[in-house]
């Protein structure tokens, strides 16, 4: 038997709930596991990829089961108490949820097989977790979401005391890195987690707090407040950022402009975009013109000020790409480095020398 606040088990269930795929592969991880003891609870969900634990103070006798998720999830939803009372029959297999008006049976199975969740004993690293949902923000959108490539995957590594975050996809790239609060090993320590998941992570952890990260050969946890999340890493080689830097030549024209601006243009100029987005910015003196031709759609132009340095120049840009990155973009100026039209075009956030990105240029 455990009893527990209504609400507080609602959340917990919300939470874990992200990890239980609509069709899983196993016929087990359409459950969420519970269990109670020592004051607490606990539920937990897998997809395999993913898997999350969220931990919450109970009080009553020590038990473990597997619950549809899907059964439980409406049911507590849809109790109207402040309080919850989870009671298992041991000889059926089933548990009794009970309020002081109500009382349910739901057909429950065994936990034995349930897939473990672990939590974070040992970190590698620590940082404020809001600091790690900023990163996962500007650096993940560049991975290659529905592949099945290492590319589809971030890289994080641990250089001395900072954490450096790294995606990249074949038409765009992000970097950035942070200094780490506390670090249990300072050599290099790479490890490539799904795009996809890497988000939920961040969309799941809390937004306040210190996030704990512990890394071992195949997998990656996470712990922040009450919530565990573990994750399969990626295998294989990833790009070096390095590298990919150096290939870099150094710009000929620097554009100093408005992330607002720029990302009003690049919002109107989508509605006429096809898949491949090809935009145009024409740079004469300060003035920029950006502008769209689609032979299907129409065109657009919009023209505003900007503050230049170097040589005029014409640039085609994917217009979708463009208008992923100033979605994230939170500073007031982005940066525009430039070269000729066929080389890569970097952007850098005013403000943030730890951020830049690169877009390769559409040749017209």
């Keep these: ?36 003891n020592n004051g607490k609870s606990r539920v937990a969900g897998t997809n395999l990829e993913i898997g999350i634990g969220c931990t919450f103070p109970s ?6 089961t597997c619950i549809p998720a899907k059964v439980i999830s409406s049911l507590v939803d849809a109790i109207n108490a402040d309080e919850i009372e989870l009671e298992l029959n041991a000889e059926d ?15 429950c199975v065994p936990s034995d097989e349930f897939p473990d969740i672990p939590e974070v004993e040992h970190p590698s690293f620590t940082l404020p977790v809001i600091q790690f949902k900023e990163l996962v923000q500007r ?14 995957g971030v890289q994080l ?29 300072s050599e290099n320590m790479p490890f490539i987690v799904k795009g996809t998941s890497l988000d939920t992570i961040s969309r799941i952890l809390p937004d306040e ?22 994750t399969q890493l990626l295998g294989g080689e990833f790009p070096s950022y390095r590298q990919l830097g150096r290939a870099i030549s150094p710009p000929s024209t620097t554009l100093t402009v408005s992330t607002l601006e720029l990302l009003r243009a690049a919002r109107q100029l ?7 987005g090809s935009s145009k910015l ?16 129409g065109d657009s132009d919009v023209n505003f000020a900007a503050i230049k340095k170097g040589a005029d120049v014409q640039v085609g840009l994917n217009v979708h790409l463009l208008y992923e990155l100033l979605e994230v973009c939170n500073t007031e100026y982005v940066i525009i480095e430039m070269g000729d039209s066929q080389s890569p075009i970097t952007f850098k956030m005013q403000g943030l020398d730890s951020f830049y990105h690169v877009i390769m240029p559409i040749v017209f």
């Design 209 to 230: 707090g210190i996030l704990s990260v512990q890394v071992e050969p195949n997998k990656a946890m996470f712990h922040c407040g009450e919530v565990d999340v573990v």
């Design 157 to 185: 590594s641990i250089e001395g005391k900072n954490l450096v975050m790294f995606a990249v996809d074949g038409f765009h790239m992000s970097y950035e890195d942070t200094v780490l609060l506390a670090v249990s090993r």
């Design 270 to 276: 989508r509605v006429f975009a096809s898949e491949v």
């Design 93 to 107: 297999h089933s548990i009794m949820v009970m309020t002081e008006s109500s009382t349910s049976n739901i057909r």
């Design 59 to 64: 009080s009553g006798k020590e038990f473990k």
């Design 282 to 297: 024409d740079i004469k003196g300060m003035l920029v013109r950006y502008s769209i031709i689609a032979q299907d759609r």
């Design 1 to 36: 038997m455990a009893i527990m606040n209504k609400n507080v088990l609602s959340k917990a269930i919300g939470v874990v709930m992200k990890a239980v795929g609509a069709s899983p592969v196993l016929p087990l991880l359409s459950n969420i596991l519970f269990e109670s």
């Design 139 to 152: 650096v993940a959108f560049c991975s290659k979401a529905n592949s099945d490539s290492v590319l589809a």
